[in-house]
């Protein structure tokens, strides 16, 4: 009988019914080792990640602390607010704490109104109060307003050192005072008075005889300007003589009848007065008609003999130059002179000797320069600040020097066409320095301060709901001082090219911060945003 040896591989599995108590014991304790010893390692694991974490703030260690270096302290420094965090004020208040806040001043327009409280300026001693009521100047006309709910004047701008803020670019200049003025800007056109500009024509038709003016040529009032030749004048003028006669010899036979009335019937004395008043009544029409033509008259012209009145009235009204110009056989009684009615210039002349003109054409334009009218086309929303009696300072386009009137006359309505209000300022030229036509610039003075509170352009910022300037601390300059700018609130006023006027939110005397004012502004904005550097959460 022969034998095989089966491989161990091949062999049924063992039970346990087949294996003795000792062996069944072992294999138990065996499987549980092998089942509890792996949850122990990954909870021993979870708690070494648990402490590392609390102990690291759940950040990754650096690479030195892994390997046993000597792990390094923490930076000192405040990236919100740009200054190390164990001196940041806005992040540790109990290091510089803030003053008592006193809302926002209706009266001036601002939060933390410096000119209500004056404790709060930022200069050492007695702070300078206004020289001029502020809250008054403010409602001269519309301003910018701020939010009373805007809080950046809470907070605080901070460097670590004088040295720091000039890196920076923080330049800095004093609250001061100078004049400025509330304007109203308006272009505008110089023309000659409408009221002392002169057109000048002959009354009647005739012919040029002789010319005495031309362009430029000053003239006072009563200075002949040319004589012209009309028939028309020597009628009246023979018309005037002739009626002079009847009234001489009808006063004549009244007369005589009034000697003779007792031999003589009354009939002839009632006609020989009706003639006279007819007589009389003739002589009127024909003076009148000289004088409407413009000739000066004697009274008692009727009482003196017909030859003298003929040679008086044939060169009535001729100057002595118009007569040296005329020949004796051109001295006829046909002449009428055109006289300039007041002083001032020929601006124009279109005239010569020989011409004949009538009562259409235009001779002589005269104007006085010595008083010219400014119109100002105002806007329509300024139209409101414009009121008869303020000043007004004009410059012409050419550059020449300023010249200041009154207005005079502001138009009841609104041009249609430009929406614009004209006001007419009376202009003194005694000089003959402007020119009519002029085009140029003119300011309304709404209001003038010789010592307004003013502070260099560059040193107004401003957000979309406020404006605000960064005044130094009054301790800046001490070794100890804190370096930073409080944030003011201020109400704009005048401005020029160089400078603004604050009505509220600074005082003269305090300091402020002009040029890298923006970068101020742009630190402050980014510190009220909120963000943050993790300082906070250590």
């Known amino acids: 009988m022969s034998t095989s040896t089966v491989p161990a591989h091949q062999l049924p599995p063992v039970t346990g019914a087949g294996l003795q108590p000792e062996a069944r014991t072992d294999g138990r304790r065996r499987g549980w080792i092998g089942r509890v010893v792996p949850n122990v390692v990954v909870f021993s694991l979870l708690a070494g990640v648990l402490f590392m974490g609390h102990s690291t703030g759940w950040k990754m260690p650096r690479a030195s602390q892994l390997f046993g270096a000597k792990p390094q302290v923490a930076d000192d420094w405040c990236a919100e607010h740009l200054v190390?965090?164990?001196?940041?004020?806005?992040?540790?208040?109990?290091?510089?704490?803030?003053?008592?806040?006193?809302?926002?001043?209706?009266?001036?327009g601002v939060t933390e109104c410096v000119i209500c409280h004056p404790e709060l300026a930022q200069v050492v001693g007695e702070p300078d109060r206004p020289a001029y009521d502020t809250a008054k100047a403010i409602a001269v006309r519309d301003r910018p307003e701020n939010n009373s709910r805007n809080t950046l004047?809470?907070?605080?701008?901070?460097?670590?050192?004088?040295?720091?803020?000039?890196?920076?670019?923080?330049?800095i200049d004093v609250v001061g005072e100078r004049p400025m003025s509330d304007i109203i800007r308006a272009n505008g056109e110089l023309r000659f008075a409408p009221?002392?500009?002169?057109?000048?024509?002959?009354?009647?038709?005739g012919t040029i005889a002789a010319v005495f003016k031309s362009v430029g040529d000053d003239v006072q009032?009563?200075?002949?300007?040319?004589?012209?030749?009309?028939?028309?004048?020597?009628?009246?003028?023979s018309l005037l003589l002739q009626s002079i006669v009847q009234v001489q010899l009808k006063r004549a036979t009244v007369d005589r009848l009034n000697i003779a009335a007792a031999s003589v019937p009354g009939k002839f004395l009632v006609e020989a007065e009706a003639a006279l008043e007819e007589a009389e009544i003739g002589f009127l029409s024909a003076r009148q008609s000289l004088i409407n033509l413009g000739f000066?008259?004697?009274?008692?012209?009727?009482?003196?003999?017909?030859?003298?009145?003929?040679?008086?009235?044939?060169l009535l009204g001729i100057p002595a130059v118009g007569l040296l110009a005329l020949t004796t056989q051109s001295r006829t009684a046909n002449l009428i002179p055109v006289l300039?009615?007041?002083?001032?210039?020929?601006?124009?002349?279109?005239?010569?000797?020989?011409?004949?003109?009538?009562s259409t054409?235009?001779?002589?334009?005269i104007a006085d320069p010595r008083q010219l009218w400014l119109t100002l086309n105002v806007r329509q929303e300024d139209a409101r600040y414009v009121s008869r009696g303020q000043t007004v300072r004009f410059r012409t386009d050419d550059g020449s020097d300023e010249i200041t009137g009154p207005i005079v006359w502001v138009s009841p309505a609104v041009d249609e066409r430009t929406r614009t209000l004209q006001v007419r300022v009376l202009i003194d030229n005694a000089d003959g320095t402007l020119r009519d036509r002029t085009f140029g610039t003119g300011w309304i003075i709404l209001r003038e301060e010789l010592r307004a509170i003013v502070v260099p352009r560059?040193?107004?910022?401003?957000?979309?709901?406020?404006?605000?300037?960064?005044?130094?601390?009054?301790?800046?300059?001490?070794?100890?001082?804190?370096?930073?700018?409080?944030?003011?609130?201020?109400?704009?006023?005048?401005?020029?090219d160089r400078y603004v006027e604050l009505l509220a939110g600074v005082l003269p005397g305090e300091v402020v911060a002009t040029k890298g004012s923006p970068v101020l502004l742009g630190q402050l904005l980014r510190s009220n945003l909120g963000a943050g550097c993790g300082c906070h959460d250590r």
């Open 84 to 108: 190390p965090e164990s001196v940041c004020i806005e992040c540790n208040e109990d290091l510089l704490p803030k003053t008592k806040e006193f809302g926002f001043c209706r009266i001036h």
């Open 153 to 171: 004047h809470k907070r605080r701008v901070q460097f670590t050192s004088a040295e720091s803020a000039a890196k920076a670019g923080i330049d």
């Open 195 to 205: 009221t002392r500009v002169a057109h000048l024509s002959s009354r009647v038709g």
């Open 221 to 237: 009032a009563g200075d002949v300007l040319a004589l012209v030749d009309a028939a028309a004048v020597g009628q009246a003028k």
């Open 296 to 314: 000066e008259l004697p009274d008692d012209l009727e009482n003196r003999e017909a030859k003298a009145i003929a040679d008086e009235l044939r």
């Open 340 to 358: 300039a009615n007041y002083a001032g210039v020929v601006v124009s002349s279109d005239v010569v000797a020989g011409e004949v003109v009538d």
């Open 361 to 365: 054409k235009l001779l002589f334009t």
């Open 458 to 496: 560059e040193a107004v910022q401003s957000t979309s709901d406020a404006r605000f300037v960064f005044v130094r601390n009054k301790n800046w300059l001490k070794e100890d001082g804190p370096k930073l700018f409080h944030v003011r609130q201020v109400r704009i006023g005048a401005a020029d």
